[in-house]
């Protein structure tokens, strides 16, 4: 039998609101055997703002410092800038441990 993509989403909400776990582990081993998916995933959620930077970078397993060269080297627009001064503090402490770890600490 073959399934249409409407028809299998269409069912897997269905079977998600009866077996919520058993849809929940074989969406998240599709996607943790996809890096490609798992790319596409992240950077949607970033460019739809529902994940900062810093989000991205945790779920990829990356460090934000990384995404951020790889964000523009592809073109994709950095949201930049903290909102309040617990971003701004976590961003100081995202730099000190980047450089910490090749120069020595930024920030004592």
Do not use: C
Not at 14 to 32: G, T
Not at 81 to 105: C, H, I, P, T, Y
């Amino acid at each position: 039998m073959v399934w249409s993509i409407d028809w299998t989403f269409v069912h897997l909400a269905k079977l998600h609101r009866q077996h919520p776990k058993l849809v929940d582990d074989a969406l998240q081993k599709m996607i943790e055997s996809n890096p490609d998916l798992t790319w596409s995933l992240v950077v949607s959620a970033y460019l739809d703002e529902e994940i900062n930077l810093g989000k991205a970078a945790e779920a990829l397993g990356i460090h934000e410092l990384e995404l951020r060269d790889r964000f523009i080297t592809l073109g994709i627009p950095l949201r930049i800038g903290a909102v309040d001064k617990a971003g701004a503090r976590a961003e100081a402490q995202a730099l000190n441990s980047w450089f910490s770890q090749e120069d020595g600490a930024l920030l004592p």
